[in-house]
């Protein structure tokens, strides 16, 4: 089993249900149904025993890019587990479940919005790409006084319904923490996990899998429950 186990239920045992939309990750290569994004050719996408492993090449300027898929008819919720790696504590890394407007046109310029968790400077937060690329302006944000906790990943959870996002983290994927909703900008057409990085240094992000729960598709836990 990816990223340890344990006697009973485990958030990371995959689902007995399947779903289109659901990627556990564990069958060596990416599946058809991802559209890799890769803004400035400097991302790495494959499949390891961990799971999804996105490794970007060193930037000194704001670089972005992951998968994405189209999204499924609201309501419905995402659920990721992150792992960050980068040589420096203070590299700006973040990596998280990733919301656009019809990406398949143009990600560089187009409308999307990520939950991410920022390692370099220790916190969760929603904000749109373009903002990101300027720094100017974050939407939702929650902060840790130190990146300790994170030695295994945060787990991330996006739950959209009647055009409202709530976001949600947890350290174990069993209890969530709230951290704040708000009203869509606009009605996201694709879903997907995402990496920026701006560092001196190579970095990677681990996703081990990506389950969306919608009303198309409940996904069964063993011995969790849904």
Sequence with gaps: MKW?????????????????????????????????????????????????????????????????????????SITTLVGLYANQATDIVRAGILLGQSLGGSPSTSNELVWGYD???????????????????????????????????IYLRVRLASNILRLDYSWDGIGYIAAGSQTAPWTPSNI????????????????PFFRVTSSACVLDIPGGGR
């Design 192 to 207: 997907g996990l995402h990496m920026d990085i701006r560092n001196p240094s190579p970095a990677k992000a681990f996703f």
């Design 4 to 76: 340890g186990g344990s006697v009973g239920y485990s958030p990371l045992k995959a689902p007995t249900t399947a779903c289109g939309y659901t990627d556990e990750f564990d069958d060596a290569s990416l599946s058809g149904s991802w559209t890799e994004w890769d803004q400035a050719a400097y991302l790495t996408v494959s499949e390891t025993t961990l799971g999804l492993e996105i490794t970007a090449a060193s930037n000194a300027t704001l670089k972005l890019g992951g998968i994405f898929k189209d999204a499924p008819a609201s309501p419905y």
């Design 119 to 153: 390692r370099g400077i220790n916190l969760v937060r929603l904000q749109s790409h373009l903002d990101y690329q300027t720094g100017s302006s974050t939407d939702i944000s929650v902060s840790f006084a130190g990146a300790s906790e994170l030695h295994s990943g």
